[in-house]
Structure formats: structure tokens, C-alpha cells
């Protein structure tokens, strides 16, 4: 009938509240951070350009031995 299309809704929706949630938990044991990577000032938002422009790859870190002699 019509009302068991609710039940579905309702699973739909809390699983995915769920997925969206439950990332913070497991960043702030993982990382000691809400987020992995967190862009909120120009700073870090130059760094990563930085790696990018270095190693071709935002999420690898670079150091001194990227940097071409």
C-alpha cells in the first residue's frame, strides 16, 4: 500500500544521515580534525596548490626533495 513507501523513505534517509555523520567520529580519531582536509585559509590553500604543482598530486606532501636543483 501507500504507507509502506514511508518505511523506505525513512531507512533511505537515516542510512544516509548516517554516512554523513558518522565521518567526523572516525576523522577525529584518525586525524586529531572535523575534516581531512581543511581549506579555510588562504594558507592552506596555497600549500596544497604547492603539493599539486610539486608532485602532481594534492594528497602527497611535499618536502625538500621534490623541489628540482
Known sequence: MW??????GIITTA???GA????YPFNKWDV?????RNYCTKQRVDLCKRD?????NQYTISGL???RD
Open 20 to 23: 554523513c555523520y558518522m565521518s
Open 3 to 8: 504507507f509502506e513507501q514511508f518505511y523506505s
Open 52 to 56: 599539486h604543482r610539486l608532485t602532481g
Open 32 to 36: 586529531g580534525r572535523k575534516f581531512r
Open 65 to 67: 626533495e621534490s623541489i
Open 15 to 17: 542510512f544516509v544521515a
